[in-house]
Every structure is written in C-alpha cells, then in structure tokens.
Nanobody
Framework: QVQVEESGGGLVQQGESLRLSCTASGSLDGVNPRGWFRQGPGTARNLVAAFVQPGIIYAPFVKDRFTMFRDNVKNTVYLQMTRLKPEDTGVYLC?????WGQGTQVTVSS
C-alpha cells in the first residue's frame, strides 16, 4: 500500500508564488510518481506537469511559470509555482503509480 500526501497550498494574490509538496510512503518498490494534476470545481482532472521518460512535460497554461522537481531520497515531488493567476485556482493532486492523495487547495485572488 502507498500513501500520498500533498501540502503547501493556500490563498495567495495574483503574481505571487507557492511551492507544493507531494510525499509518498509505504511500499514504493516499482511505484513511480506521475506528476501533478489540477481539478477545479465541477471540472475534470487536468494535467499540470507529468514525468514522461526521459523528462517532464508541462501543460501549455503553466509552461515557463511552474517547475516540477523531485527528491528521491525524501520520496517527494515538488511543484514550484510562480506568477500565479486566478485561473490557477483549484485542487492540486499528485499521483504515485495508481495511488493519489487528497489534494491541496490553491486559491489565487485577483
């Protein structure tokens, strides 16, 4: 079993930055992080950034503003978000293999 926990969300103003963290624990052999996804109210889960061998892909709406990186020792994936916009508001979820966390809420005010 794998447990996934996201953190770092909050309420910020337009133009500010946030760093999200996603830590996995448990039986992680052969379980790799997928990346970050975002879900708004009443909307589907959309890709924000994903690990695709050999690199990372970003959604067009976050490219050049968000950066995803990982710390393999800590089993943690980070999402550094800069120049945040109101349309970035949503619940940010992280996946490891078939396991997902509850998400962390990001709200950007104008």
């Amino acid at each position: 079993q794998v447990q996934v926990e996201e953190s770092g969300g909050g309420l910020v103003q337009q133009g500010e930055s946030l760093r999200l963290s996603c830590t996995a624990s448990g039986s992680l052999d052969g379980v790799n992080p997928r990346g970050w996804f975002r879900q708004g109210p009443g909307t589907a889960r959309n890709l924000v950034a994903a690990f695709v061998q050999p690199g990372i892909i970003y959604a067009p709406f976050v490219k050049d503003r968000f950066t995803m990186f990982r710390d393999n020792v800590k089993n943690t994936v980070y999402l550094q978000m800069t120049r945040l916009k109101p349309e970035d508001t949503g619940v940010y979820l992280c996946g490891w293999g078939d396991f997902w966390g509850q998400g962390t809420q990001v709200t950007v005010s104008s």
